[in-house]
């Protein structure tokens, strides 16, 4: 688990959302403004994991994929719009890195994971923190990235 590779996933999206310009959904994909919302909510999960997990306490990671359009869509409007979501997500990503580059031997501690990323991944296992937050980096965040991408045409 890096870091660095961490922020440099998230920065990367951030870039992204800055650049804007992002046209319609296709059918019963998110939008931009749903993307981001999903990433901080998901990114306040992690953070609560990563805490346990520097507490010592028992926790259950369960990723948010398959939130529901709804409240990600009131998440937007609470944060006023894909500008105030790209706050939002600047500050739990900052609090998210901040907490993993604390971790240190912690990062191997097992938590209770279940992540599913489309067809290509599916976790339902314990997996130590650092290999969860890994996958984020690797997996979760380009996966997002790439959509939102598509969203703007290339």
């Known amino acids: 688990m890096e870091v660095d590779g961490l922020r440099r996933a998230y920065d990367a999206v951030l870039t992204e959302v800055d650049a804007g310009g992002f046209g319609p959904p296709p059918p019963d994909r998110y939008s931009a403004e749903q993307i981001v919302a999903h990433l901080v909510a998901s990114d306040e999960l992690m ?50 890195v901040g907490l993993v580059a604390r971790l240190g031997p912690a990062a191997d501690t097992p ?10 991944l599916v976790v339902d296992e314990p997996l130590p923190w650092g290999r969860t937050i890994d996958l984020h980096a690797r997996v979760h965040l380009p996966r997002h990235l790439n959509e939102l991408r598509a969203l703007r045409g290339y």
């Open 47 to 96: 953070r609560e994991a990563t805490e346990a997990v520097l507490a010592g306490a028992p926790y259950a990671f369960y990723d948010l994929d398959e939130i529901h359009r709804p409240e990600l869509d009131e998440l937007a409007a609470e944060c006023g719009g894909l500008d105030g979501l790209a706050a939002r997500l600047r500050a739990t990503s900052d609090r998210l």
């Open 111 to 120: 938590v209770e994971t279940h992540l599913r990323e489309g067809f290509e």
